[in-house]
């Protein structure tokens, strides 16, 4: 599903329409340190405040062009003496579904043939995308600094081994249904890092990445490694484990946080190779994981090789014939293939490959597949699908087939199941919101309580229902800054709460604790517990109370999972 709400979106759309250029928020500074990474030497640049160096489009890995596209790749190799400023930002290849389209041009009041225009050529785009940025708190940078490890000349830092105050680190995984969205798409993190230095606590370390999209990274089929994004992802954290100490971080203190994709993706993360092997981060934040069901790997690249056949005027009819096109072709196929996707579905995205991901995370969580040495918290909205359901859903029969659709494979006893015992008519005021709920347990918000049972329901769980409570409204306050004028679905961001989530993510993120923050909780987060309790961020504040997920409806989707009879 969709990673941000249409407003969101809107307002990233905004920007673009409004310069052609992308810019930081961040000045750059007389001097400013160097970091010598061994495959090259980076940059940083400050803040307007000072308060933290932004080491911007660091290259995480080999770069996925020429004989490596549609390759696994690994760390960077070679070595550079040429200082990167990292002045010139990067994203992925983008996508977007006709749908998502349509709703942000009505958000935009722009014509949908104007919203694509401008989604399509946005800067930056490129196939040389696996880059990362580092945002280091100043006294996290300079404590870790040696005496006489400041060269004059080359202006290069060199870091003290022997210290041993290393910060803790957040790596933020983007959403964007597995077909849009970057490293700076949901803003930056200087909120996080000003509430993590509150009463001179130690700060911590934010970093945020890019990794493969759409065909770049989900093709599948054709011989083509499934799932590349997540390898991406996953040489990411290798890179953090081997890096982050050179800016004063610490590789055992790593907390993965994403949202909508990005926490599908910790998920998938955690249940890797069913449970064998190592896991390169000791904690996660899970904000409404999202997930499309039954995939066909085999039908995304047909449609691709179809697609690629129509815009060249060739027969593409294999891999190496793919491959050779250049990449802007390869775009345009992309672009017009998400394009055609049907609501609430984006063509690509993960799929069981029988390595990576030998199963779906709910499946491998209840067979005991999964990492177990991971401290978790989960959360998800209280109408996550409400923007993403079929408006024109007024009749059950309407509501049938839009569940076809999604799950073609589904027996007729099943679904009377769903519709007569699990969903009743009479509990919904009409199909649109029985369907809204249908699709946010499924798609959303049942993945929160599966991970918690499979953790022996040691993690800390919440809900957000501060209005209107639809999927990724929580990002603007994950991200909030101090301005009260940002608005979230049309509604100004409340910095109360904005600060309380702040809060919670930076305490467990320092000490394995969300009530352990340097500002202090107004709220004790509590755990999940046989109770499943939650911690609610209500309209009149925050609260707790039983999990909306603890439901005979969450318990059957995830037997019918295991079963594959959905």
Not at 82 to 102: F, H, L, R
Not at 144 to 161: A, M
Not at 258 to 282: D, K, N
């Amino acid at each position: 599903m969709l990673s941000g709400s249409p407003s969101t979106l809107a307002l990233l759309v905004a920007t673009t329409l409004a310069s052609p250029l992308k810019t930081h928020l961040c000045s750059r500074q007389d001097v400013t340190p160097s970091v010598d990474l061994g495959y090259e030497i980076h940059t940083a640049s400050t803040n307007s405040s000072g308060d933290y160096y932004m080491f911007s489009n660091i290259p995480y890995a080999d770069q996925p062009v020429d004989d490596l596209r549609f390759h696994v790749v690994g760390l960077p190799t070679g070595n550079s003496s040429t200082a990167n400023d990292g002045s010139t930002d990067v994203m992925c290849m983008q996508a977007y579904p006709e749908w998502i389209i349509n709703l942000e041009a009505e958000a935009s009041c722009v014509t949908a043939e104007v919203m694509k225009d401008t989604l399509y050529a946005q800067p930056g785009q490129t196939e040389a995308c696996l880059m990362l940025d580092v945002y280091v708190p100043t006294k996290v940078f300079d404590r870790n600094v040696s005496s006489t490890g400041w060269s004059s000349s080359s202006k290069i830092y060199s870091i003290t081994e022997a210290d041993p105050v290393k910060a803790p680190v957040v790596v933020w995984l983007h959403g964007g249904g597995f077909t849009y969205g970057s490293k700076t798409s949901t803003g930056d993190p200087a909120g996080i890092i000003a509430r993590s230095m509150l009463d001179d606590s130690e700060g911590v370390i934010f970093i945020s990445i890019n990794y493969r999209l759409g065909l770049f990274g989900w093709l599948g089929g054709g011989g083509i490694t499934p799932n590349l994004g997540f390898y991406d992802q996953r040489v990411a954290f290798e890179w953090v484990q081997k890096y982050i100490h050179l800016f004063g971080g610490d590789p055992g203190r790593v907390t993965a946080i994403g949202e909508s994709a990005g926490a599908a993706s910790i998920l998938h993360h955690i249940t890797s190779y069913g449970g064998a092997g190592g896991l390169a981060f000791a904690q996660g934040i899970i904000q409404s994981p999202a997930f499309q069901f039954n995939l066909d790997l085999d039908d995304a690249y047909e449609k691709t090789l179809a697609e690629a056949s129509n815009i060249t005027g060739e027969s593409i009819t294999n891999v190496p014939e793919l491959t050779s096109l250049d990449s802007k072709t390869l775009q345009s196929v992309n672009f017009d293939v998400v394009m055609g996707a049907t609501q609430g579905l984006f063509i690509y995205g993960p799929a069981p490959d029988e390595t990576y991901v030998p199963a779906l995370p709910q499946v491998l969580l209840a067979e005991g597949k999964y990492h177990s040495n991971v401290n978790v918290v989960a959360g998800h909205n209280s109408l996550e699908a409400a923007p993403f359901v079929p408006s024109s859903i007024s009749t059950e029969e309407d509501l049938i087939s839009a569940l076809e659709l999604v799950f073609p494979e589904i027996s007729m006893s099943n679904l009377t199941y769903i519709l007569d015992v699990l969903y009743p008519s009479s509990d919904y005021e009409s199909e649109f919101l029985r369907g809204v709920q249908i699709v946010s347990d499924v798609d959303f918000s049942c993945s929160t309580r599966y991970i918690a049972q499979a953790l022996d329901n040691a993690t800390h769980n919440y809900i957000f229902s501060y209005p209107p409570g639809y999927h990724a409204q929580d990002t603007p306050y994950t991200f909030f800054n101090g301005d009260t004028t940002t608005l979230d679905d049309g509604l100004p961001v409340n910095a109360t709460i904005a600060h309380d989530l702040q809060d919670y993510i930076v305490g467990f993120a320092i000490t394995g604790d969300p009530n352990d923050s340097p500002a202090g909780t107004a709220l004790e987060f509590p755990e999940y517990g046989s109770d499943s309790t939650v911690l609610d961020f209500a309209y009149s504040g925050l609260l707790t109370r039983t999990d909306d997920m603890a439901n005979a409806r969450c318990a059957w989707w995830q037997e019918a999972m295991v079963e594959g009879s959905v």
